[in-house]
Nanobody, 115 residues
Framework: VQLQASGGGLVQPGGSLRLSCVAS????????MAWYRQAPGKQRELVAR???????NYADSVKGRFTISRDSAKNTVYLQMNSLKPEDSAVYYC??????????WGQGTQVTVSS
């Protein structure tokens, strides 16, 4: 199983980006899909998570600006990011967590918010 993230890039403050992450291979019984991010010199942090059981949750710093969604039939998770700020700059990683307790990580996609 491989997770392929895409959609990152350079955007001006106030702009928008949409990240996508698709899983290839045989993957079943996905409980949650999530996006994390890691900025230089900082720990990886949860940005948004969508679960078939517990719904969605967001980091306080992105509430009202980011929206996570999933297409389970396509094993794909999206992150719509609006009103981007320089502090949103980071490498964004997708994560799929299975009911079995196994999880998978994508390779990361760079998001840079700068004028």
């Amino acid at each position: 199983v491989q997770l392929q993230a895409s959609g990152g890039g350079l955007v001006q403050p106030g702009g928008s980006l949409r990240l996508s992450c698709v899983a290839s291979g045989n993957i079943f019984s996905i409980d949650a899909m999530a996006w994390y991010r890691q900025a230089p010199g900082k720990q990886r942090e949860l940005v948004a998570r969508i679960s078939s059981i517990s719904g969605t949750n967001y980091a306080d710093s992105v509430k009202g600006r980011f929206t996570i969604s999933r297409d389970s039939a396509k094993n794909t998770v999206y992150l719509q990011m609006n009103s981007l700020k320089p502090e949103d700059s980071a490498v964004y990683y997708c994560n799929f967590y299975l009911f079995s307790g196994v999880d998978y990580w994508g390779q990361g996609t760079q998001v840079t918010v700068s004028s």
